[in-house]
């Protein structure tokens, strides 16, 4: 498994790019300090790009924004998806809201299977929302 260390200060990573701007090679101070000659490299180009005088790739403020785009859509992807399911859950077969299917109360339905009340059926009929009562005699 590999190591990790703490990040390095910005102040100790700005004396490093100020060294080698003024012309210390990045292995004469990796060789002096801790950071491999690569990590220098980094900063120095890093340090470049935020200054404008590289374009080949982002500067930290548009490293930051695009990552902070990405965090926003994933969470808008993720809150799509649960409204997605719940509105999908509230659908029954065919397409139809089966909210209207469940207008009877519990008591009722209790007093049918009791044999209180004679059990009816409630249908639909395509064209309108008021339901048909059948008998089942």
């Known amino acids: 498994m590999a ?57 930290t403020a548009e490293r930051r924004e695009l990552t902070s785009l990405r965090r926003e859509l994933r969470q808008v992807k993720m809150e799509r998806d649960i409204l997605a399911t719940d509105f999908a859950t509230r659908r029954g077969p065919g397409g139809r809201n089966t909210r209207r299917l469940h207008c009877r109360s519990t008591r009722t339905r209790g007093r049918q299977l009791f044999g209180d009340i004679p059990p009816r059926r409630q249908t639909w009929s395509r064209g309108s929302a008021a339901p048909i009562l059948v008998a089942l005699r």
């Open 3 to 59: 190591k990790t260390r703490a990040p390095y200060a910005a102040a100790f990573r700005q004396q490093m790019i100020g060294l080698v701007h003024a012309g210390r090679t990045p292995e004469d101070l990796a060789n002096e300090f801790e950071p491999t000659a690569q990590t220098i490299y980094n900063w120095v180009a890093q340090a470049d790009r935020d200054a404008g005088k590289r374009l080949d790739g982002l500067s």
